[in-house]
């Protein structure tokens, strides 16, 4: 049974940061693509980062660009997002998400996570 698992959500201040982290059972991490999206009271559900098999496709929102990194770890089939200078509109509940395409939209998605919170205060 393929499950993916996020920790690392929490609160803090605008302008900290978290690092959130995506552990896979399974054979998920076979997937071309592991992906990050988060989803804010009463929005959609929207692309964050995607992160290629290699680590050489990366692709980040407009809206995380120079603020988030993402990075995975074959070896230990963990995923990463390391965010920096979080904002207020950065507060919604994190996913990770592995795909057979590439990761930029909710439907391209063939598994996802429980999800995690993420909280930032003005």
């Known amino acids: 049974q393929v499950q993916l698992v996020e920790s690392g959500g929490g609160l803090v201040q605008a302008g900290g940061s978290l690092r959130l982290s995506c552990a896979s059972s399974g054979r998920t991490f076979r997937w071309p693509d592991l992906g990050w999206f988060r989803q804010a009271p009463g929005k959609d559900r929207q692309f964050v980062a995607r992160i290629s098999w290699n680590g050489v496709g990366i692709t980040y929102a407009d809206s995380v660009k120079g603020r988030f990194t993402i990075s995975r770890d074959n070896d230990k089939n963990v995923m990463f997002l390391q965010m920096n200078s979080l904002k207020p509109e950065d507060t919604a509940i994190y996913y990770c998400?592995?795909?057979?395409?590439?990761?930029?939209?909710?439907?391209?998605?063939?598994?996802w996570g429980q999800g995690t919170q993420v909280t930032v205060s003005s």
């Open positions: 998400a592995a795909g057979s395409g590439i990761l930029t939209t909710p439907s391209s998605a063939n598994y």
